[in-house]
Structure formats: C-alpha cells, structure tokens
C-alpha cells in the first residue's frame, strides 16, 4: 500500500469517526403519543415458551383495546389443564412502556 493510499485510508477513517461523535442532544419522544393512543398492540399473541421440566409452554396473549388482557398457558408434555387469567394492562408513567403484570 502506497503512502498516498494510507493517508487517504487513515482521513475517511478520522473523519467517520468524528462524524458519528456529534454532539447533538438526544431526540425525546413527544409527549402526546405513547404506547397507548400511537401504537397498535392491541392484538392476538402466539408462541411456546422454554420450559425446564416439559417441551414448552404454548401461551395465547390477547391485549384488548379496552386496557386489559388474557392470557392462556398449557403446559405441553405434561398436563393436559389451561392455565388462563385476565388482567389489566399495566402502563409507566408517560405510558411509553407497557406492562403485562
């Protein structure tokens, strides 16, 4: 490699890196949309769980748009019962996160 060919290497490697460490603040979100009026969650949720002592836990989530959910587990492998409960959907304060309790 040429010395021309270094100094070019070595200037677009600074000036990457220069670049990316701008100081410009960090963009919060706005405050009138959240998780709860500017997203579509609401919905039906499907998968299998790991599971230590049997082959999985299949689980059916379904988040309603009213703030509460159910949820169902069966225990595959093991028992044949469904395990099912109903709460409400728990929200942080600026309600940018949700929380299935």
């Keep these: ?19 990316a460490c701008s100081n410009t603040p960090e963009q ?3 405050s009138a949309h959240n998780a709860r009026n500017a997203l579509d969650w609401m919905g ?6 790991p599971c230590a002592d049997c082959e999985g836990i299949e689980t059916v ?12 587990s069966k225990y595959l492998g093991r028992i044949d019962d469904i395990f099912s409960s109903q709460l409400r959907i728990e929200c942080n ?9």
């Design 61 to 72: 989530v379904v988040l309603r748009s009213d703030g509460h959910y159910t949820s169902q």
């Design 44 to 49: 039906v949720y499907r998968g299998v769980l």
């Design 1 to 19: 490699m040429t010395t021309r060919t270094s100094l070019l290497s070595l200037f677009i490697a600074v000036t990457l890196l220069i670049s």
């Design 28 to 30: 919060y979100p706005d």
């Design 93 to 101: 304060k600026d309600c940018h996160n949700i929380t299935l309790p």
